[in-house]
């Protein structure tokens, strides 16, 4: 499978956790992943430990400093579907790691198949103790041509997620 995977960082904390959670994922898949690392609020600091991180596992690296991590969403869909062809368009939160080595495929195969008639799909823990469980969402071709972008304009921009999904929810009524 063709994974075109965005990850967005903003504090100096997250840079670990994404360093463990791309090894738990990188050195373990068996897919195509195309990853691309954002680095959102920008320090010298910051931009050398990432830079670190996208050199060990070859991976892309966007130093932007602009706090648009709707922008960068909507970039990497339009580079996995439009321009790299991938199956799918994957956010991952920093601090996800995958402790037994095939499970990352698994989930992947598992949400595969529901590609063809989800816009999105959210994978989370079930821990009852994770306190923030919703660590991947994976955007579907079927989501980009009919949904298309979230809207950056949408004020408050926490509040992107609820207008994305009232346009699903008007799209799959339609």
Known sequence: ???????????????SWLDFGLESILDQTKNDINVTLYLSRYTDHMFEECAKVA??????????GDNYPIGYVNESKHIGFDLNN?????????DVIFTKKDV?????NEAADNFDSKYM???STD????????????????????IGCEDVNYYPCGGAENDWNIRCYLEYGS
């Open 1 to 15: 499978m063709k994974i075109e995977l965005a990850t967005i960082i903003y504090s100096k904390q997250e840079i």
């Open 104 to 108: 990352f495929d698994n989930v992947m």
């Open 55 to 64: 050199e060990k596992y070859s991976i892309n690296f966007e130093p932007r």
């Open 127 to 146: 821990n009852p103790l994770d306190f923030l469980p919703m660590g991947i969402v994976i955007h579907t071709k079927l989501g980009w041509d009919l």
């Open 121 to 123: 799909i959210c994978v």
């Open 86 to 94: 991938a199956d799918c368009v994957m956010s991952l939160q920093p």
